[in-house]
């Protein structure tokens, strides 16, 4: 028999033997239990387990997005309840099994494998990370950034911050840097597929050194939008892109011979921000303050950020009430015809060729704007104001100069994408124009006495000439009752529209006087008038550019005479007189729509069976626009302002400066030039210039929501959230809560079943995607009916990315009304 002790010693000393093993074993499986920060050689990282950055910032592990069956590796923030993702490794190749494995050599290879942890029946690595070096560890920063170091050295071998996601995190650098092997790499974002899809989409965000360096937004290989160039503090053509003292932000720019690159840097580093590139192409600043994320800011602010919309040497500002793009001084359109529908991509021309042999032409300033696209621009340092008009008056080739951080910044060939900021912001620098001498406005500030009083006598003479000319030509018409024209259409049929002369206009508008003036429609504005017999008359006047010729007025006069319909506003006739161009429309006693629903005086007059009425109004004119008149009509700029109001309160469409004709067969169209009402846009408008019916859809949707509620879209806020209207109806849908965003002015005065069912209709018209939102065949078929089934809405379109409900939330358009087909 063994003595007990000897048992027992011999226990022991199998245990010392086999306990080094177990746990060497155990631990090429599993991460001990309690939170790391660092993979080594012997702890991989499996589906289920995570990093955890040492002061809790951030999380790294394997994320199902897009589908249950799609897996990435991802970081994202530990320390707040709703996940946002920062950074995806495998955007190329996602993982379709439950079992897949991030794992580190020992000589630095870092590598994410799909198959059996102990290499049976693996698959191979989908992606891979390949370094020489000893003592290797893949760290997670709390910057977010996760890092492979060298234990010889501590060196920094490799970053994900060297390949962003989505995410500008602070201390991030984008931008380009020259390797010791002569390689660039460009450091960019990338934008996800879809809200849920980490996929790589079309939208990238990064530096574009040509000729100068700016930040820039591609989709694909197009531009589309850009900062301009850094001024020191800020960028140029970006001013909300600076230093923010409140929140201990400080954004750089570093512009090296072998590192170009843009960063910024938190102080406080308690503070979550982060700048997001959404998939609609969309930049924002997003701050964690009060447990949501905020948006401090967005790009593109307005449709003058969108690249090029002026075309060359056109000037952009959306506060011009004379149009949104003008052209620089001493040019002019290129093409009248398209800058009177509102197509400024032909840009626009010299009225006057330079004279560079003679060294007279000079320099105007157009101050507080964006500089031009700097692909054609040249640098040359230590020029000082003076030194550099020189310089540039010097120079044949150059067109415009800019005198930024002590250098001259000179211009060659066209100006492209110039915006102007509102007076009073801090935004853009002054521009100086090379202009001909004979384009100066001064010049004719300096005329002599003897060439004033040469230049009165002449045009006094031909006053007096015209004058005498207009009373007979005015007394001839009075006597023969013709008017100007607009008679016939372009292939001779005769239109029952009147023709006004100048002189009558006038006296019913009193002069087109500010107190008859009625607003700012598309192409210019609005005056009321009153006709000799009585008749209340609404004028359009349209606005300087609008100049076309006369048989292209009267084809687009006649175009709208033909819509004839009890919810589009009636067109009684037109004038023209010289350059003139003049609409005459029956008069709206109510004005717009908008003058109830926001009024909170006089919003209760509207009860609920009133708007519905208007609602079902509005739809059978928009359904008479896209299919039932012999044209199909695409609005472009539906609002509230433009649904007019007749005595009885009936709805009536207006404005159709920016209306296009479709044929019959054309599902869709693509323009460069995006006109229309931020707010009411949808989002393959804004972003990409496309259009179609369903784009009047949205807006109609957007009307919806706003006469249902009484609030405006674009300046809702949901909590400090800064969503949408739409965005915040959806949320309370998604809540079952939807009644909470009745107007109050209705009380408890509606029935709550159709009330629903018209917030229903309204979030289906506003979905982001073009597909999921139905015909107005299919909406009128909607209002009309009690009994039809409706699907439930998918998230409206802009909504934040950041909310990770929105996947959750959202259902699929399941039933089957895109079979309802209205002919």
């Known amino acids: 028999m063994v003595p007990k002790h000897s048992e027992n010693r011999r226990i022991a000393s199998m ?10 074993l155990s631990s090429t499986q599993i991460i001990p239990s309690a939170a790391t920060d660092t993979i080594t050689p012997l702890q991989p990282l499996v589906v289920g387990q995570t990093l955890i950055s040492a002061g809790g910032t951030f999380e790294l592990g394997f994320i199902n997005a897009s589908s249950p069956s799609s897996t990435f590796l991802g970081i994202w923030y530990h320390k707040i309840p709703i996940r946002k993702i920062v950074w995806v490794a495998n955007r190329r190749s996602p993982i379709t099994t439950r079992n897949a494995t991030l794992s580190l050599t020992t000589d630095g290879n870092i590598s994410i494998t799909v198959g059996d942890v102990n290499g049976g029946g693996g698959i191979g690595a989908i992606w891979s990370k390949k370094y020489d070096i000893k003592i ?11 890092v492979l170091i060298d234990g010889a050295s501590d060196a920094i071998i490799w970053q994900s911050f060297y390949v962003p996601s989505n995410a500008f995190l602070p201390e991030m650098e984008l931008g380009l840097h020259l390797t010791v092997t002569r390689h660039v790499e460009n450091k960019r974002l990338m934008s996800w597929k879809s809200l849920d899809d980490p996929s790589l989409g079309r939208y990238s965000y990064g530096l574009r050194h040509a000729g100068l360096s700016e930040l820039v937004v591609w989709n694909g290989s197009n531009i589309q939008y850009r900062t301009g160039p850094w001024t020191g503090v800020s960028w140029s053509g970006f001013p909300q892109m600076s230093s923010d003292f409140l929140l201990n932000l400080s954004f750089g720019f570093v512009d090296k011979p072998n590192n170009i690159y843009f960063s910024y840097e938190s102080a406080n580093k308690s503070v979550m921000t982060l700048i997001n590139l959404d998939p609609s192409g969309g930049l924002q600043r997003l701050v964690w303050l009060g447990g949501q994320w905020k948006e401090y800011w967005r790009m593109p602010v307005d449709r003058c950020d969108k690249y090029g919309t002026c075309g060359p040497f056109g000037v952009c500002n959306v506060h011009d009430p004379e149009g949104v793009c003008r052209c620089l001084q001493g040019f002019e359109p290129r093409n009248l015809v398209d800058w009177t529908l509102r197509d400024y991509s032909s840009g626009c021309k010299r009225k006057t060729t330079l004279d560079c042999s003679e060294r007279v032409d000079g320099f105007v300033n157009v101050s507080g704007v964006k500089p031009p696209d700097t692909e054609n621009v040249t640098v040359a340092a230590g020029l000082g104001l003076r030194d550099c008009n020189a310089f540039c008056l010097g120079k044949c080739s150059c067109v415009a100069y800019v005198v930024l951080q002590e250098s001259c910044l000179w211009w060659v060939g066209q100006l492209m994408d110039i915006k102007e900021f ?55 018409k009075r006597k023969h009752g013709v008017g100007d024209g607009c008679v016939k259409g ?14 009558t206009i006038e006296i019913a508008t009193n002069n087109f006087s500010d107190e008859n003036k009625l607003g700012q429609g598309g192409f210019g504005p609005v005056y009321k008038g009153r ?21 292209e007025f009267m084809n687009e006069v006649m175009l709208i005479a033909k819509l004839q319909h009890r919810n589009l506003v009636h067109l009684l006739g037109c004038c023209i007189h010289g350059e ?63 649904v007019l109001l007749d005595m009885e309160l009936n709805p009536k469409i207006s404005d159709f400066g920016m209306a296009r004709i479709m044929r019959g067969d054309q599902m869709q169209e693509r323009t460069e030039k995006v006109v229309g009402t931020f707010g009411y846009m949808s989002p393959e408008y804004v972003m990409h210039g496309i259009f179609s019916v369903k784009s009047d859809v949205f807006s109609f949707g957007v009307i919806v929501l706003e006469i249902l509620t009484g609030k405006k879209n674009r300046v809702f806020d949901s909590n400090g959230s800064h969503v949408s209207l739409a965005g915040h109806a959806w949320r309370l849908w998604s809540k079952n809560k939807s009644l909470e965003l009745v107007d109050d002015a209705l009380k408890c005065g509606y029935p709550e079943k159709e009330v629903l069912r018209c917030m229903q209709v309204g979030l289906l018209c506003v979905q982001e995607g073009i597909e999921d939102r139905p015909t107005m065949a299919s909406v009128v078929l909607m209002l009309d009916s009690d009994s039809m089934t409706l699907p439930q809405p998918k998230w409206p379109g802009f909504y934040p990315t950041n909310d990770s409900k929105v996947a959750d939330m959202s259902t699929g358009n399941d039933i089957t009304l895109t079979m309802i087909h209205g002919r």
Request: glycine share 6%; hydrophobic share 45%.
């Open 15 to 24: 245990a010392i033997f086999w306990l080094p093993i177990l746990l060497l």
């Open 136 to 146: 290797p560890s893949l760290k997670l920063l709390d910057t977010g950034n996760l």
């Open 580 to 642: 003139e161009r003049l609409l005459i429309y029956e008069y709206m006693p109510n004005k717009s729509l908008d003058f109830f629903i926001f009024d909170k005086a006089i919003s209760s007059q509207l009860d609920w069976q009133k708007r519905f009425d208007i609602i079902l109004g509005i739809a059978r004119g928009l359904l008479y626009l896209h299919q039932d008149s012999r044209l199909k009509i695409v609005h472009r700029d539906l609002k509230v302002s433009n």
């Open 490 to 503: 372009s292939r001779g049929e005769k239109m029952k529209l009147s023709v006004f002369d100048m002189s």
């Open 422 to 476: 509102a007076q009073g912001t801090q935004g853009g620098v002054d521009l100086y124009l090379r202009v001909a001498s004979a384009d100066f406005e001064s010049a004719s500030r300096k005329r002599t006495n003897t060439d004033i009083v040469a230049a009165i006598i002449p045009l006094g003479l031909a006053f007096i000439i015209f004058s005498c000319f207009g009373i007979y030509a005015l007394r001839r």
């Open 531 to 551: 006709l000799g017999d009585g008749q209340e008359i609404a004028v359009k006047r349209l606005s300087r550019y609008s100049v076309q010729g006369s048989d």
